[in-house]
């Protein structure tokens, strides 16, 4: 009986080592979509709110935002991380290039925005592997908003 009872024991082990194996083989081969990781829709709003709270209050770079329509932004800048980070929207505001030209954003101020997110992401308790795929992104963009 207790022979039984240990090879079933040791059946659910190798059945949970299985499980455990393929689980961490199929989270390399195919990481969680970034927009899922980010919490969807409502954890991209939740880390706007945030982001914005944090640029509100960052002197290095609210001059920048002195005749912003929050809301407008608010709307564009969740649509713009839901396409960026894969998930099913379109982003339907203005380009990158075409909202940033003439506003003379320096590198200082696109890394003191970086932290404002990052701020951002951190208040939102989002992973900090999450974090860096969405900045990975973000920094790829540097060149549309930097046109100095
Ligand atoms: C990769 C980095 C950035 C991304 C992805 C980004 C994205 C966006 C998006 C999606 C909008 C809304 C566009 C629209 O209204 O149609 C926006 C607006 C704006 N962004 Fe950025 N941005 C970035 C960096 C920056 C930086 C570094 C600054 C300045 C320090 C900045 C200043 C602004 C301002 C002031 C607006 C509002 C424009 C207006 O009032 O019409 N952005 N940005």
């Known amino acids: 009986m207790s022979m039984i009872r ?14 455990m194996l393929l689980n961490a083989c199929s989270g390399t081969q195919h990481p969680e979509n970034l927009y899922s990781a980010l919490g969807g829709e409502a954890g991209i709003a939740t880390i706007t709110d945030y982001f914005i709270v944090e640029i509100a209050n960052d002197e290095r770079v609210i001059a920048y935002f002195e005749d912003t329509n929050v809301e407008r932004f608010r709307y564009f800048f969740i649509e713009h991380v839901c396409m960026l980070s894969d998930g099913p929207c379109e982003y339907t505001g203005d380009s990158l290039v075409d909202t940033h030209v003439g506003m003379n954003v320096t590198g200082a101020a696109f890394n003191a925005i970086v932290e404002d997110l990052m701020a951002a992401m951190n208040k939102a308790d989002i992973a900090i592997g999450t974090q860096n795929r969405l900045l990975a992104r973000m920094a790829e963009l540097r060149e549309q908003v930097i046109q100095l």
């Open 6 to 19: 240990n090879f079933s024991l040791g059946k659910g082990l190798c059945a949970l080592t299985l499980v």
